[in-house]
């Protein structure tokens, strides 16, 4: 069965600090894909990254980084001196193209909060 | 301009009453979606389209239905609104089921 774990329903650290968001995801496909949504306190969604099944090479894009292990079936992100901005609720989804009739399905996310 | 738009962006409904949510997109799109979110419980899909003549159920439909006006079209309704479908709402977009969807701004709906 398709499903997406975020067992961490909410973090609060100090701004600087690092802070890695989990996510488990459970997938009987060969191919699928992984993604990162943020939501800020003025509630849009925003996508973060897609990686593929395929693709298990990490991923840096300023201070997010992004950690893919298939072994484990886990596909964490990680704030690097973390800012009051990176506030939010951040979410983890799965796709499986071939099985789930396209569908996305969504971690109950993670909220996170930066104290100055 | 905002790519995936919702009207309205709050609402404030009686027990009983219709309503309906409207999504339009100008990114060129043929799949659309509507979601709800309620907290703790991440994001729940409703309905999804493909193309205008191929609409499917979600994991929570019941109470909920859709209409794929146009390519760039796809509107929500609540045919009789209950207190528990208060939520907020997302419609979203994308060119592929393995490509990221694009979401709307939410639509904030009460049900009282």
């Known amino acids: 069965a398709q499903k997406v774990t975020q067992a961490q329903t909410e973090i609060s650290v100090v701004e600087k600090e690092d802070v890695t968001l989990d996510c488990v995801y459970e997938t009987r496909d060969t191919t699928y894909y992984l993604f990162w949504y943020k939501q800020p306190p003025s509630g849009e969604l925003v996508f973060l990254i897609r990686?593929?099944?395929?693709?298990?090479q990490n991923e840096i894009s300023g201070r997010y980084s992004w950690n893919f292990q298939k072994s484990t079936s886990s596909f964490n992100f990680t704030i690097t001196a973390s800012q009051v901005v990176d506030s939010a609720v951040y979410f983890c989804a799965l796709s499986e193209p071939y099985s789930s009739a396209s569908k996305i399905i969504f971690g109950s996310g993670t909220r996170l909060s930066i104290r100055p | 301009d905002a790519d995936v738009t919702q009207t309205p962006r709050n609402r404030i409904t009686k027990t009983g009453k219709r309503i309906m949510l409207e999504c339009s997109q100008t990114?060129?799109?043929?799949?659309m979606y509507w979601y709800r979110q309620d907290p703790g419980l991440g994001l729940r899909l409703i309905y999804y389209s493909f193309d205008v003549k191929d609409i499917n159920k979600g994991e929570i439909s019941d109470g909920y239905s859709v209409s794929r006006q146009a390519q760039a079209k796809f509107s929500l309704s609540l045919e009789s609104a209950i207190p528990n479908q208060t939520a907020l709402y997302f419609c979203a977009t994308s060119d592929s089921v393995v490509y990221e969807q694009y979401f709307g701004p939410g639509t904030r709906l009460t049900v009282t």
């Open positions: 990686r593929n099944s395929f693709d298990e």
């Open positions: 990114k060129g799109h043929d799949r």
